[in-house]
């Protein structure tokens, strides 16, 4: 079974440039998650999809962060502009739905911000 | 909201003895406490997971006791090999709301 994909793995920006990371969740899965997880501590959410509508996003900066899952599958997360607090691995994760739990996690885009 | 905290932050053990990562979380009404295992430069893999209905759960050489009533949730690996060194990650959530996650453990397993 085909896991969560991302890409790109790897990005280095400016300060106030711009960055857009893709996913693509597992094949049937419902929900759809963008984590960010700062060097040393755990994954903490920035937005929730089911499907193509949004559950919560109670903590992504809507000022420079914006995601959307436009067909229910894919999904994009762009950052205008990056500030160098962003920088973080930003994963993808997913799940059948959301009382299942369980979810799964790509292996993440690398952003660094100088 | 929910606040998950884990201790320690790094666990230093040597290979064949146990090691126990502890969690405690504030919203008594999560049920669901994951596990997850994340090595250097790779996605966070679910090890683990039980739910408030159980107390215990056991799965080879990891195991995870769940204390409803003071709030924790503990993780124990045992005969731990150099394999096991990684960060783990505990976690909470109540029905579909999202996990919130603990700051990590790094485990060392020293040969």
């Known amino acids: 079974e085909a896991g969560v994909a991302q890409s790109p793995r790897y990005k280095i920006i400016e300060k106030r440039q711009s960055v857009a990371f893709w996913c693509n969740p597992i094949?049937?899965?419902?929900?759809l998650y963008w984590y960010q997880q700062i060097l040393g501590q755990g994954p903490k959410l920035l937005i929730q999809?089911?499907?193509?509508?949004?559950?919560?996003d109670s903590q992504l900066p809507k000022d420079r962060f914006s995601a959307e899952r436009l067909k229910g599958v894919d999904s994009t997360l762009k950052i205008q502009p990056a500030k160098l607090e962003d920088s973080a691995v930003y994963l993808c994760?997913?799940?059948?739905?959301?009382?299942?739990?369980?979810?799964?996690f790509g292996e993440g885009s690398w952003l660094t911000v100088v | 909201g929910e606040n998950v905290e884990q201790h320690p932050s790094t666990l230093s053990v040597q290979e064949g003895d146990s090691a126990v990562i502890k969690c405690t979380y504030s919203?008594?009404?999560?049920?669901?406490f994951p596990w997850y295992k994340q090595e250097l430069g790779k996605r966070p893999q679910l090890i683990i997971d039980?739910?408030?209905?159980?107390g215990e759960k056991k799965d080879q050489r990891i195991a995870v006791t769940l204390n409803k009533t003071a709030k924790h949730f503990s993780l124990h690996i045992t005969e731990t090999q150099p394999e096991d060194s990684a960060v783990y990650f505990c976690?909470?959530?109540?029905?579909?709301?999202?996990?919130?996650f603990g700051q990590g453990t790094r485990l060392t397993i020293n040969p």
């Open positions: 976690a909470a959530s109540k029905g579909a709301q999202k996990l919130v």
């Open positions: 094949s049937g899965h419902a929900t």
């Open positions: 039980i739910r408030s209905n159980v």
């Open positions: 994760a997913s799940s059948l739905d959301p009382y299942s739990n369980t979810i799964y």
């Open positions: 999809f089911q499907n193509n509508g949004v559950v919560d």
């Open positions: 919203d008594s009404a999560s049920n669901y």
